[in-house]
């Protein structure tokens, strides 16, 4: 199983970002898919989930909700997470990782670091 992330950077607030987690090595379409973030000095964040091919259902923590989107493309086993209007807070290295609460978050990506700053 690997998941590698991309699209990171430095932007500035209000700016907008699309991050990519390309997988490989299992059936991406059968699981769920989420995004975790780790601000300097802080512990884990989960961010937001996407289900698997049954619904693609979408839940996100309240702080980004109406700015960040996460999607799939199943035949590209590829999630992504559009982020717009960001704010410094979100400054943060970004995980993709596979799994649930419930069953446990069991892979995940080397990160990519998104700076919100002017």
């Known amino acids: 199983v690997q998941l590698v992330e991309s699209g990171g950077g430095l932007v500035q607030p209000g700016g907008s970002l699309r991050l990519s987690c390309a997988a490989s090595g299992f059936t991406f379409s059968s699981y769920d898919m989420n995004w975790v973030r780790q601000a300097p000095e802080k512990g884990l964040e989960w961010v937001g989930s996407?289900?698997?091919?049954?619904?693609?259902?979408?839940y996100y923590i309240d702080s980004v909700k109406g700015r960040f989107t996460t999607s799939r493309d199943d035949a590209k086993s590829t999630l992504y997470l559009q982020m717009n209007s960001l704010k410094p807070e979100d400054t943060a290295v970004y995980y993709c990782v596979r799994g649930t609460a419930a069953a446990g978050y069991d892979y995940w990506g080397q990160g990519t670091q998104v700076t919100v700053s002017s």
């Open positions: 996407i289900t698997n091919s049954g619904g693609h259902s979408t």
